[in-house]
């Protein structure tokens, strides 16, 4: 649980920008990061302050793929 920000760390084995979502339970995108920039590291912070307490999905689409 977090009532301020969310950190994420991701390595990719080449190169790559990517696009992120959060999604609440209904679906609606409530976050959405575009990481143009390659790099094999990035790091991610979110800001949930203005969220209401529940469940959140966390979506990476990168190069045509996705993983939630």
């Keep these: 649980p977090t009532n301020d920000y969310i950190n994420i760390a991701i ?3 080449t190169a790559t920008g ?3 979502y959060m999604y609440d339970t ?3 995108v409530v976050t959405q990061i575009v990481e143009s920039q390659p790099n094999t590291q990035h790091r991610l912070t979110i800001n949930v302050i203005n969220l ?3 469940t959140y ?3 990476m689409q990168v190069k045509g793929q996705s993983a939630g």
């Design 57 to 59: 999905i966390f979506e």
């Design 52 to 54: 209401p307490a529940g």
């Design 26 to 28: 209904t679906g609606k």
């Design 11 to 13: 390595g990719f084995e």
């Design 18 to 20: 990517f696009v992120a």
